[in-house]
């Protein structure tokens, strides 16, 4: 316990030195502002205000809302007031950020010191737009399959290593009569809702969003993948064809469903029996192939309206790099917070298999190869991805039938999207 | 007659510049975005004038929005308006004078809590796997109905929150006005063997003609705020199923496009068709009078 304790206090000096020999003096001169969206890791840094306020000389505030609410509003508020000086963005929006200037690079206000490259390269990856960094990552990752191993085993199978085995699993283990399901997918709009699980089945069969700038979706891989899609419903439990990542983790950890392939972070969740009533009894591995898993993460950024001088941006670099330090990470370890780890000096560390144990972390790795960025990089990606999110929608939930004739419709609304630019 | 003092003018003239301040200035803002191309993620905008509008007419998503706001208005108004006159009713001729007080109080719960609360609770009641609603369906049918997700029960469902909101309080409104009214000619009636759903259809309703139209008239403009319902409990779906013009344009300026023209162009024309229907209305019924 003592040593522990030693141990804690001399990386905790460690930090702050390395912070204090980068920062000099007093780094920011006012609190710094930060719109997020709800996550442990960011709630577990406000116990830590005294020591930012040590190592800058002022506070943070966060302001948060739910994803789909911070999408919207960080928009709004960058576009217009701008008084944020950190951002959470991810993945889907770092494009329309960069390019709208509403952000800043980031490793130009990252002490060097504080090591970015020690962050999953697949999480680096989705947090530049054009080679370039705007975000440190607080979350992310691949997919996995998700299953429950009791329900396989009394069945007599195992894991589906193949699309067509998975499906065939799903329709042997699927039975509404006793309330079980063979899967939950996700049906709710949205380019991180349905088209992002879609999306993985789109790569499988081949598809592509744009070749040489001109719209390619509206291809055989696009109907081959809405169709499976929508064929695998027949076995999603109910509420999920307009729900998302709460209706789908909620079926499978209440225990009414038997595989899923969902994000990685969820494994954090299904092993804690205060969030999960089939906590033990899940085992994890690679999506069934050909399934592109989709890479995705959420970060923090630095406004650019808000820190219109340099100082001002040192600041909020300063706060990313302590909000997103292997301190901090090794924090979350201890706090059981699973899903917010993203370098790879914790991830592989002696602390995370004790914690998690070697299944979920050889999962994770062997998924990382099968992972890729699956959508359209590019600023018009949410607005195209939310119109064919809402088309999917209608396809899921049976108000309009033709697969066809909704991606013409989302092929007139690119073409238009591109010739506005 | 020479007037003798300028003090209504004194009291009536200020209220009045901040409330025309209040009501012009961003209509005008609203009608001069809807005529440009302003959109959140480009830094300059242009006139387009009218571009908007002739866009929206060809909008498959505008149309389908415009069918559903006319539908929650006229299911939402009618389904509130029977809901209160009916409990109203029976409650005045069923409950004792201390009975009608308690259930007056527990109406008046529901309207008193936030919509975003009511939206919360009823959507998890309707979960088909966890919700209270489901269970009995659940117990007969061996399969629960996903209520939220049917293109054909989705927006009944929603409407359900509204009126148990609006149904329930305005049957305590209705229940105390019924209790105004001098019992001489329910009285007359009832000697003449009258039937008790002929005595309220021939005098107790005729006799609150005027309230009740009031009522309406609150309704309507309420039922037009429904966003934050429909917002929490389908976000306009199943699908577009209950996609009302408020839920598109917020849709279309803040959460998919960011096309804060096009929104505010929908916000115009919501404006007017509003304006109409209601100067419309309001002439039929003071008419009707």
């Not at chain 1, 030195?17 to 442990?40: E, G, K, M, W």
């Not at chain 1, 997918?185 to 070749?211: C, H, I």
């Not at chain 2, 309703?205 to 309507?220: E, N, R, T």
């Amino acid at each position: 316990m003592l040593v522990k304790s030693y141990y804690a206090a001399l990386l905790g000096g460690a930090t702050l030195l390395i912070f204090a020999n980068s920062a000099n003096a007093q780094i920011c001169s006012s609190t710094v502002r930060v719109l997020a969206q709800p996550r442990d890791s960011l709630t577990l840094l406000e116990s830590y205000k005294d020591e930012f306020k040590k190592l800058s000389g002022a506070s943070f505030e966060f302001d948060y809302l739910n994803e789909n609410d911070r999408r919207a509003k960080s928009r709004a508020e960058a576009a217009t007031t701008g008084k944020y000086n950190v951002y959470y963005i991810d993945e889907a929006n770092v494009a329309l950020f960069a390019e709208s200037k509403w952000i800043v690079p980031l490793l130009d206000y990252y002490p060097s010191d504080v090591n970015f490259d020690d962050f999953d390269a697949g999480r680096k990856k989705v947090a530049s737009y054009n080679g370039v960094a705007y975000f440190a990552p607080v979350q992310g990752g691949g997919d996995l399959l998700y299953y429950r191993k009791d329900v396989l085993q009394a069945a007599g199978m195992t894991p589906p290593k193949t699309l067509e085995e998975y499906e065939a699993a799903l329709a042997k283990l699927n039975d509404p009569a006793k309330g079980f399901y063979g899967t939950a997918l996700r049906g709710g709009r949205g380019s991180g809702a349905n088209v992002w699980r879609w999306m993985t089945y789109f790569k499988a069969f081949g598809g592509q969003w744009f070749v040489d700038g001109k719209p390619a979706f509206n291809s055989d891989a696009a109907m081959k993948a809405t169709e499976t899609y929508l064929r695998l419903f027949k076995y999603s439990a109910p509420g999920t064809q307009t729900g998302s990542w709460t209706e789908v983790t909620e079926a499978f950890n209440s225990g009414n469903v038997a595989m899923i392939i969902e994000s990685s972070p969820l494994a954090g969740q299904t092993e804690d029996p205060k969030q999960s009533s089939v906590a033990g009894k899940v085992g994890y591995t690679v999506p069934p192939r050909p399934l592109v898993g989709g890479g995705y993460g959420h970060g923090l950024a630095i406004g650019a309206k808000a820190n219109a001088d340099e100082a001002a941006r040192k600041c909020a670099g300063t706060f990313i790099a302590w909000a997103t330090s292997k301190q901090n990470e090794e924090r979350r370890l201890e706090q059981g917070i699973f899903g917010d780890i993203n370098r790879t000096s914790v991830i592989n560390s002696d602390a995370f298999k004790k914690k998690y144990g070697a299944e979920i972390g050889s999962a994770l790795n062997e998924t990382a190869q099968y992972t890729d960025v699956n959508f359209w990089v590019n600023a018009d990606w949410p607005d195209l991805g939310d119109r064919w999110g809402i088309i999917l929608e209608e396809l899921i939930t049976g108000t309009r039938t033709d697969i066809k004739g909704g991606l013409d419709e989302l092929e007139a609304y690119a073409n238009k999207l591109i010739a506005r630019r | 007659m020479k007037r003798k003092t300028s003090l209504p003018a004194v009291f009536l003239i200020p209220p009045l510049i901040v409330l025309a301040i209040l009501a012009f200035v961003p209509t005008i803002a609203a009608v001069n975005i809807a005529l440009q191309n302003r959109e959140l993620s480009f830094p300059n905008s242009s006139y387009v004038w009218l571009s908007n509008f002739i866009d929206l007419f060809g909008d498959r998503r505008f149309i389908n929005a415009i069918w559903i706001s006319v539908i929650w208005e006229v299911v939402t108004v009618t389904a509130t308006m029977l809901v209160a006159v009916l409990l109203a009713i029976f409650l005045f001729e069923r409950a004792s004078p201390r009975m009608q007080n308690l259930i007056s109080i527990l109406f008046i719960i529901p309207v008193m809590l936030p919509r975003v609360s009511a939206a919360f609770v009823w959507k998890f009641m309707f979960n088909p796997l966890f919700g209270l609603i489901n269970y009995p369906i659940k117990l007969l049918t061996g399969a629960p109905i996903d209520f939220l997700s049917l293109p054909a029960t989705a927006l009944a469902s929603v409407a359900v929150v509204d009126v148990w909101q609006w149904g329930l309080f305005f049957s305590v409104i209705i229940l105390k006005l019924l209790q105004t009214l001098p019992p001489q000619p329910f009285e007359a009636a009832r000697l003449d063997n009258a039937k008790t759903w002929e005595v309220h259809f021939y005098i107790g309703i005729p006799m609150l003609g005027a309230p009740l139209i009031s009522l309406v008239f609150v309704k309507m403009v309420e039922s037009l705020r429904a966003f934050d319902l429909i917002y929490v409990m389908t976000r306009g779906g199943p699908g577009i199923a209950t996609e009302t013009l408020d839920m598109y344009a917020f849709s279309q300026g803040f959460v998919e496009a960011g096309k804060i023209s096009y929104a505010s162009s929908m916000a115009v024309l919501m404006m007017v068709a509003t304006i109409i229907a209601f100067t419309v209305l309001w002439k039929w019924v003071r008419k009707w009078q």
